[in-house]
């Protein structure tokens, strides 16, 4: 029966990571409909995503009290649902704006309510020694939920026309979902009291406390500065999806379909692998981190090096893939090594909320750097130029990598 409950939550909760998503980070794969549809220019959209990434910087200090102080059976279905209903209001193609504010209730509901509480409650599903496996059984199950999610929507735009009652009508499909896992999760999620005492004030002070441990913590730190160099490189992998479209001249509904597979399909590549060869060949989520990194930057290097100009866009396709596929084999586990620090079980929540708050903190600026390089540089020269910035940061990548691993040898022979 404990195994069964475990499993149901497992489920629920991969059901959430893979819609709570959908309508924040839909321009992984509706980049081109956002700018043509909506009318936004690269630096605009960067900038929403800029303004949204702040509000997820301080929700994820808020989410230190909030995940050790409520239970997820509450926390996880109020974030999905408030994220579907602020997508309904998105359907109406708002003025820029009022898009600004509704990429900041997404950047609440799913970053600062819903991924620190998801984080915690898989950690505590598994072992010490399965962690990898089960961020990257994680990732994978993601990646099936989005895809199929975004080819249905894929679907639903390019029946209505492939126009903008297409997109509107794919856009309102992302948010009765999450609003239906929001209500799915809060039956097969266990409702638990998380810090047990009766008073308020004294699971304030607690959950505070842990707060407080957690921030004190160097090896939290290091790990956090570990998935912010991830997520810094993740954050230009969708720029792939442009590329495509303005170098080559990829049809519309091509690029899409080439977007999913691009954000998504590759979860569920990227998540078993690199939760198997952490776990089981390197035995350590952050020496794969490391090897990973060496990859990526290499990969990147040479992808800027290539003759663009004349080159076959099913090669570009598939070298493009597989450096993102690098990249999500890093994502399915950077939050791992918290195990490997040993993060004392009382503030994991407090911990997966600051290595959030350090780690997706690329998301507060790095689309306002790519965008504005790509519009200050038209054309394929700013291409390279995010393409060489990703490389460098993969390079600072491989150095932080290295000082966490030897912070953890340094903590397991303590």
């Not at 929001?182 to 304030?204: A, C, H, P, R, T």
């Not at 940061?393 to 000082?403: E, L, M, Q």
Request: hydrophobic share 55%; with cysteine; charged share 15%.
């Amino acid at each position: 029966m404990k195994i069964s409950k475990k499993r149901l939550s497992f489920a629920a909760l991969m059901l959430g990571a893979g819609t709570v998503y959908k309508l924040y980070f839909m321009d992984g794969a509706f980049y081109v409909q956002i700018q043509e549809i909506m009318g936004l220019s690269h630096t605009q959209i960067g900038v929403i995503y800029s303004v949204s990434g702040l509000v997820s910087t301080f929700g994820f200090l808020a989410a230190m009290f909030l995940t050790d102080r409520f239970s997820k059976r509450k926390m996880i279905p109020f974030a999905l649902i408030g994220n579907g209903l602020a997508g309904f209001a998105l359907a109406f193609f708002p003025d820029f704006t009022v898009m600004v504010a509704l990429f900041c209730s997404f950047a609440v509901f799913s970053d600062m309510l819903f991924w620190p509480t998801m984080l915690k409650a898989i950690r505590l599903i598994g072992t010490d020694e399965d962690q990898g496996r089960m961020f990257g059984f994680l990732e994978t199950g993601r990646g099936l939920i989005d895809t199929i999610v975004n080819f249905m929507a894929l679907g639903l735009f390019a029946l209505l026309g492939s126009g903008a009652f297409g997109f509107k009508a794919a856009v309102v499909l992302f948010g009765v979902l999450t609003v239906i896992i929001g209500i799915i999760s809060y039956f097969y999620l266990e409702d638990d009291e998380i810090i047990n005492v009766q008073s308020s004030s004294e699971k304030n002070k607690l959950a505070f406390k842990g707060v407080v441990e957690a921030v004190k913590d160097v090896n939290i730190w290091l790990v956090a500065e570990n998935i912010f160099m991830v997520y810094a490189v993740y954050s230009g992998i969708k720029y792939f999806v442009p590329f495509l479209k303005e170098i080559y001249a990829m049809p519309l509904i091509l690029v899409s379909a080439y977007g999913i597979i691009n954000s998504y399909v590759l979860k569920m590549v990227g998540g078993p692998i690199g939760g198997f060869i952490s776990d089981k060949v390197t035995k350590s989520a952050a020496k794969f981190i490391r090897i990973v990194f060496v990859a990526t930057a290499l990969g990147l290097f040479g992808f800027m090096m290539l003759p663009h100009d004349n080159m076959n866009v099913y090669i570009t396709m598939i070298l493009a893939l597989v450096i993102s596929s690098f990249v999500f084999c890093m994502r399915a586990v950077f939050f791992a090594p918290m195990s490997e620090v040993k993060v004392p079980i009382s503030i994991t929540g407090s911990a997966m909320a600051l290595g959030s708050f350090i780690g997706y903190l690329p998301g507060a600026f790095m689309g306002t750097v790519y965008g504005s390089q790509l519009d200050a540089r038209p054309g394929l020269a700013g291409y390279k130029t995010v393409f060489t910035t990703m490389a460098c940061i993969a390079v600072g990548g491989i150095v932080i990598s290295s000082v966490l691993i030897n912070a953890i040898k340094k903590k397991q022979a303590a």
